[in-house]
DNA sequence: GTAGAGTGAGAACCATAGTTCTCACTCGGG
DNA sequence: CCCGAGTGAGAACTATGGTTCTCACTCTAC
């Protein structure tokens, strides 16, 4: 969950974006002016508005970039639990308990997002439930792979778990929702192997 | 799910509340004005501010209120479908299947609150997070009844089937996860008792 | 050297919305 | 009848913040 590079990026885009990340995860995007994304990152008004024409565009770019930099430590942080002896359909839970344990943790950004925007932008909306599939996606790809017999609706159901787990430890502010969480899963492992 | 009368609330709190409830649900708190709430309940501004000092102090109001609500409803609607044949453990899938499939869906009211309003008062947050303690301890009520023997997990991890189900179907705009999470509660129970 | 394009700093513009205030009206009690 | 408390309608005040504009500066091309 740390910036990343990208090639095609000049720096002004990068230090906006993840300036943004910072700031509007933190706070929400209403809550943060663009003023302030200008005094954060260094660059004025006039280029941030040259190369996002307006607050929603650069809401929608910023999403876009979380989307790609939050799988990629998802699917690394799994793949690391794995090759340390977990089983690869519980690693995600792992991964979950660190990142709520991370200072700063306020939850999953694109849930966040999409109460304080979806009436309005349709764009957001639908950055927002691409980004979810994509993480289910990837555990039907580990089902696949690990648990090919299993039900066929495994994978939503874990699916399910994790954003439940997720939303329930941004709530009570513990991790103990992901515990729960990854314990039902073990359960359904089982009983589905 | 509907408006309810309370013994010691006059007609204008009522129609606040009301009408809050309606408007705060459908567009967000930031997306409602108190005109709006002025307009649409024919309470005067200063009468509104009267009985409520603050726009916070209105909507920790509406979450109370809506609190009581949903919770009836809620409950209400488990034993409705465990009287109909369901098992009690499941009918909470039920109706949230009902719930999703309603006009107007919109999600979690407490959560969608939680996104916008989490920095700026904690006074919401004690409510939702009262909130959702509730779901869970009436869950823990029904687990206690009927599957006395089931692990103590069990209540959190119905809990959290429950929350990501919500969440999924708001951001998919479909009930297939709440079927999911159905089916994944199903197999836990099985494998439990 | 000079014109012109691009840029930064920040003021300006404008809309929205939370909150308060003014003023006229009503209505019950003396 | 008259007073004062309460009220509605809505203007007014104020702050915030998205977006645009001004002006001075720089740097390149000729």
């Not at 839970?93 to 109460?115: H, I, K, Q, V």
Request: some cysteine.
């Amino acid at each position: 969950m740390s910036p990343a590079a990208t090639m095609t990026m000049d720096t002004a885009e990068r230090a906006i974006l993840d300036v943004a990340d910072a700031l509007f995860y933190e706070r929400g995007i209403a809550g943060v002016a663009m003023s302030e994304i200008r005094d954060a990152s260094g660059v004025s008004l006039r280029r941030l508005y040259a190369l996002y024409p307006s607050k929603r565009e650069l809401v929608a770019a910023w999403l876009d970039d979380r989307h790609r930099r939050w799988m990629l430590w998802f699917t690394t942080a799994i793949d690391r639990h794995s090759a340390a002896g977990v089983n690869a359909l519980l690693a995600p839970f792992d991964a979950l308990g660190e990142w709520a344990a991370s200072p700063g943790y306020r939850g999953c950004a694109f849930l966040n997002s999409l109460a304080e925007t979806a009436e309005i932008d349709d764009t957001h909306k639908a950055i927002i439930a691409d980004h979810k599939r994509s993480l289910i996606d990837h555990l039907t790809l580990l089902v696949a792979r690990d648990l090919p017999e299993s039900a066929a609706w495994l994978p939503a159901a874990l699916g399910v778990l994790i954003d439940g787990a997720i939303i329930q430890s941004t709530v009570f502010e513990t991790d103990e929702p992901i515990r729960a969480a990854r314990r039902a899963a073990s359960r359904l492992l089982e009983c589905t192997s």
